[in-house]
């Protein structure tokens, strides 16, 4: 009865379209006072005993790296760089804005930061150089997308906090399967663009595009090379991508000012304000299954449902594709990955695999309707509708299930580095 109860309770606020926080408080109260010790101050008290963690530093670091990046002129460099280097061959400038896309996700780790920072750019440049608006709109709201898995990654970040799985070894792992995408992107990008070109390759131009643009190529050099060389911890490694994009909009590209750094100082709060609570009320509902030891639950429950690790992966992605219609990658990740990697572990499915194909598949899901975030940014940042925007990320869709299907049954793809 009382499960009738919270069911009907979840139900009535989705259908009010309540925040997430107010969905998750109520679900967390509830189980603590019906089925917990009945003390309702549990679900602060352990909420934020799980988030008085180190390892959560890096979240607040890189999205205010990311956005003092995208306020600033390192994004801009970038993009000159490699428009530089491939702008001459067919379909270049597609190539470009794929590659500047996967290189300003190895910093920045957002997906919309991404999507608004190389796109602001990069859209209106594909459209005056000949390139069709719908492969074009298409092509940055895929490229963006691989912020999402090329590290430092958020939302790998908090997967690693959720199942307590090593966030630098995530970290490594999503280098594979965001090569593998942004091959995807590239390739696509070639074949369909092949009549497209943009002059020959200007060596002059090259090393001015270098010259201007190396602070902001070292950018992923020192932060990549510092966690994978084991000089930084991923706290470390966040901690450096602040100072650096300080020093360098600040002092050398001087695009950005201190009342810049102030205003993208209050952007990143707000950000976090309505993160961290959603967070909290995540983890304690995490203490709570468990207490309860409702994973193990689980596990023996499914047991004689899924009995290979083949029906798993299948049934398991095709939950999580359906999710990301209806979910923000953020919220899943909380909700789902301490339920699921249990089960996933009991099927013989390496933690960091797992970790990484969610992560790829719910990367999918900003690109799904009715809830994918690219989506409803790309509409409102580049003055295009709905309906145009949906059918724009159709082919790219198709790439990244494909890519998906390979993660899956490849774990070598993503642990490769790591063995």
């Avoid at 696509?188 to 001015?208: I, K």
């Avoid at 013989?348 to 194909?357: A, E, L, Y």
């Amino acid at each position: 009865m009382a499960g009738l109860i919270l069911g009907g309770a979840v139900v009535s606020l989705l259908l009010l379209r309540q925040y997430l926080l107010v969905v998750l408080f109520v679900v967390a109260g509830f189980a603590w006072y019906v089925w917990g010790d009945g003390r309702l101050d549990n679900v602060v008290l352990d909420g934020w005993d799980a988030l008085n963690q180190d390892v959560l530093l890096p979240i607040p670091l890189y999205l205010l790296a990311g956005a003092i990046m995208a306020e600033g002129g390192i994004a801009s460099r970038l993009i000159r760089v490699m428009r530089a280097i491939v702008g001459p061959i067919p379909g270049g400038l597609a190539v470009a804005t794929a590659l500047s896309c996967g290189l300003f996700s190895a910093i920045v780790g957002s997906s919309t930061v991404t999507l608004l920072a190389i796109g602001s750019v990069m859209y209106p440049a594909l459209l005056a150089a000949g390139y069709k608006r719908s492969f074009a709109l298409g092509l940055i709201c895929a490229g963006s997308t691989l912020g999402i898995i090329i590290p430092p990654s958020i939302p790998l970040i908090l997967y690693g906090v959720m199942t307590q799985t090593s966030i630098a070894d995530l970290f490594l792992a999503g280098v594979g399967p965001g090569l593998l995408l942004l091959g995807f992107f590239t390739a696509y990008s070639v074949a369909m663009n092949w009549r497209l070109r943009l002059g020959s390759w200007s060596g002059t131009e090259f090393f001015d595009s270098l010259k201007d643009g190396i602070w902001a190529l070292l950018m992923p050099v020192i932060i990549l090379g510092g966690i994978y060389s084991g000089q930084f911890t991923a706290t470390e490694s966040a901690a450096v991508a602040v100072v650096y994009a300080i020093v360098i909009e600040l002092f050398v590209y001087r695009q950005l000012d201190l009342r810049g750094m102030v205003r993208v100082g209050t952007d990143t709060t707000r950000l976090l304000g309505g993160l961290f609570p959603v967070l909290l009320m995540a983890l304690s509902l995490n203490k709570f299954l468990a207490f309860q030891q409702v994973p193990g639950m689980m596990v023996a429950l499914l047991g004689d449902v899924i009995t290979t690790k083949t029906s798993f992966i299948l049934i398991t992605n095709a939950l999580l594709l359906v999710v990301g219609l209806l979910m923000d990658i953020g919220s899943a990740i909380l909700i789902l990955s301490p339920i699921l990697q249990p089960l996933a572990q009991a099927q013989g499915i390496d933690p960091v695999h797992f970790g990484i194909m969610m992560t790829v598949n719910l990367e999918i899901g900003y690109l799904t309707p009715p809830m994918g975030l690219n989506i409803i940014v790309a509409m409102t940042a580049f003055r295009e509708s709905f309906g145009f925007v949906c059918r724009a990320v159709v082919p790219f869709l198709a790439l990244m299930v494909v890519a998906l299907a390979i993660v899956a049954f490849w774990p070598s793809l993503s642990l490769f580095l790591l063995q």
